[in-house]
C-alpha cells in the first residue's frame, strides 16, 4: 500500500459533466490504499479462503425484481459487446448485453477465462463483493473524497492526474479507448479490454491506474456533488432515481474511468469524474481497491 498525505483538496470540476459540479474545498485525513487495483490472483486467494460466491455466480432474489422474467434472474452480469459497425452513441443497449455466464471467472462471458490474467484486475464485482474481500483482509473500501485524494497524485488544478494532456506526446498513458467508440477500439494504447497492473506510470502517490483500466467502487452513496457538513443526503435511500437505469436500487459513486472511456463518448478518464453505480451491478469493467485509515 501507498500513503496518500491528509490535508486540503479541491474535488470535482466546474468545466465536464454536471455532476461533478461544483468543485469544492474538502479536508480529508491521510490514509494508505492498495498501489494497484484488487487483481484476478488476489481475489482468487480470497475464494479460496473464505468460498465467497459473487452476485454475478448466485440467481437474483425475485423478492428485489417483482414481476421480472425468471429467465432474467439466473446467474448473469453484463458485458461489453462491440457491435460490428457505427450504430450511433443514444442506446447503450446497442453494445452492452446482460450475459448469464459471464463473472470474474468468466470476464466475457462461458467460454473465455482468467487464464493469463492473473494480474489484471478482476471485474464482475458488485458492491458487496468489495465489501467482503476489505473485511476479509481488515481494510476498507474508499470514500469518493478519499478516492480522488488519491487519484490526482498531487497534481490538483491539472485536467488529468498526469498533466494538461490526454496523450502527452502522444502517448496513452492509461488504459483508455482509442478510435470510433463502441465498435472500432484502434488499440493504439496496446489492449482491447483490461491491463495488468501497473502497465502504465504511476501517478505521484506511487499509485497505478487509477485512471482508466477498470472502475472502481467508493463506500459513497452517490447524491449531488455539493459541500453537505451535516451528511444527511449521503445516504441509501436519498441515492436511489427510479428514473435511471438503475431503478430502484440504492447507488454508489464510482471513479475513474475505464478501458471503455473514449474522447468522444465518456471523459471520465480524469479525478474528478464521477458515476452513480447500482450497488447490485456488476460489469466487466467494474473493479475496486481498498484503504486503510491510520497513521503511517
Known amino acids: 500500500m501507498a500513503w496518500v498525505p491528509g490535508g486540503e483538496c479541491v474535488i470535482g470540476s466546474d468545466h465536464h459533466y454536471p455532476e461533478e459540479a461544483p468543485a469544492h474545498l474538502v479536508t480529508v485525513a491521510g490514509?494508505?490504499?492498495?498501489?494497484?487495483?484488487?487483481?484476478?490472483?488476489?481475489?482468487?486467494?480470497?475464494?479460496?479462503?473464505?468460498?465467497?460466491r459473487t452476485q454475478a455466480e448466485l440467481p437474483a432474489d425475485p423478492a428485489l425484481y417483482p414481476g421480472a422474467d425468471p429467465t432474467r434472474l439466473q446467474p448473469a452480469s453484463i458485458v461489453f459487446v462491440p457491435p460490428a459497425g457505427p450504430v450511433g452513441q443514444q442506446d447503450h443497449y446497442r453494445w452492452w448485453q446482460y450475459l448469464s455466464g459471464a463473472d470474474w471467472r468468466h470476464p466475457e462471458g462461458p467460454g473465455s477465462s482468467i487464464k493469463g490474467r492473473d494480474q489484471h484486475?478482476?471485474?464482475?464485482?458488485?458492491?458487496?463483493?468489495?465489501?467482503?474481500?476489505?473485511?476479509?483482509?481488515?481494510?476498507?473500501?474508499?470514500?469518493?473524497?478519499?478516492?480522488?485524494?488519491?487519484?490526482?497524485?498531487?497534481?490538483?488544478?491539472?485536467?488529468?492526474?498526469?498533466g494538461d494532456e490526454l496523450h502527452p506526446g502522444g502517448i496513452p498513458v492509461a488504459n483508455t479507448f482509442q478510435g470510433d467508440f463502441p465498435h472500432h477500439n484502434s488499440r493504439l494504447d496496446g489492449y482491447e479490454r483490461?491491463?495488468?497492473?501497473?502497465?502504465?506510470?504511476?501517478?505521484?502517490?506511487?499509485?497505478?491506474?487509477?485512471?482508466?483500466?477498470?472502475?472502481?467502487?467508493?463506500?459513497?452513496?452517490?447524491?449531488?456533488?455539493?459541500?453537505?457538513?451535516?451528511?444527511?443526503?449521503?445516504?441509501?435511500?436519498?441515492?436511489i432515481d427510479p428514473r435511471s437505469q438503475h431503478?430502484?436500487?440504492p447507488r454508489k459513486v464510482v471513479k475513474g474511468g475505464s478501458f471503455l472511456c473514449a474522447p468522444s463518448y465518456c471523459r471520465r478518464y480524469r479525478p474528478a469524474a464521477r458515476l452513480a453505480q447500482g450497488i447490485d451491478t456488476s460489469t466487466c469493467h467494474m473493479g475496486f481497491r481498498c484503504i486503510v485509515r491510520t497513521a503511517p
Open 31 to 52: 490514509f494508505w490504499i492498495d498501489r494497484t487495483p484488487v487483481t484476478n490472483a488476489q481475489f482468487l486467494k480470497f475464494v479460496k479462503a473464505t468460498g465467497h
Open 194 to 239: 483490461t491491463s495488468p497492473v501497473g502497465a502504465y506510470p504511476a501517478n505521484g502517490y506511487g499509485l497505478v491506474d487509477m485512471i482508466g483500466n477498470v472502475w472502481e467502487w467508493t463506500d459513497s452513496w452517490y447524491g449531488p456533488h455539493e459541500p453537505d457538513p451535516s451528511g444527511c443526503c449521503a445516504t441509501a435511500a436519498a441515492s
Open 247 to 249: 431503478g430502484e436500487q
Open 121 to 162: 484486475p478482476v471485474v464482475h464485482i458488485a458492491h458487496a463483493d468489495a465489501l467482503a474481500y476489505a473485511h476479509w483482509c481488515g481494510k476498507q473500501l474508499p470514500t469518493e473524497v478519499e478516492w480522488e485524494r488519491a487519484g490526482w497524485g498531487g497534481r490538483e488544478g491539472c485536467e488529468f492526474a498526469w
